[in-house]
């Protein structure tokens, strides 16, 4: 049964930025998989943050953080990226890995990033 690991989680000041992966253990992140990043935040729902199709031919993001955080996929790492610049404490939460491929969909167990000065 594969199982999604995030990292790259922590603290940073408004303004900074973090680098999110997320990779499977005990499988591989073929590119049937659309991968997504979602977020929670304490007394909020989960939402999603970004999106990137199967084959990678297309993305997407939250107008929250459009023009600020980046998602990407490199098949050779077996790895899927957020970067995240110009974090705001609104931004604060903690973020999920989602991956999904016909009726199959896995989770990772999520990263806690703060933005606070």
């Known amino acids: 049964q594969m199982q999604l690991v995030e990292s790259g989680g922590g603290t940073v000041q408004p303004g900074g930025s973090l680098r999110l992966s997320c990779a499977p253990s005990g499988g591989f992140l073929d590119d049937y998989y659309a991968i997504g990043w979602f977020r929670q935040a304490p007394g909020k729902e989960r939402e999603g943050v970004s999106g990137i199709s199967s084959y990678g031919d297309s993305t997407n993001y939250a107008d929250s953080v459009k023009g600020r955080f980046t998602i990407s996929r490199a098949n050779a790492k077996n790895t899927v990226y957020l970067q995240m610049n110009s974090l705001k404490p609104e931004d604060t939460a903690v973020y999920y890995c989602?991956?999904?491929?016909?009726?199959?969909?896995?989770w990772g167990q999520g990263t806690q990033v703060t933005v606070s000065s």
């Open positions: 989602n991956a999904r491929r016909s009726s199959t969909e896995y």
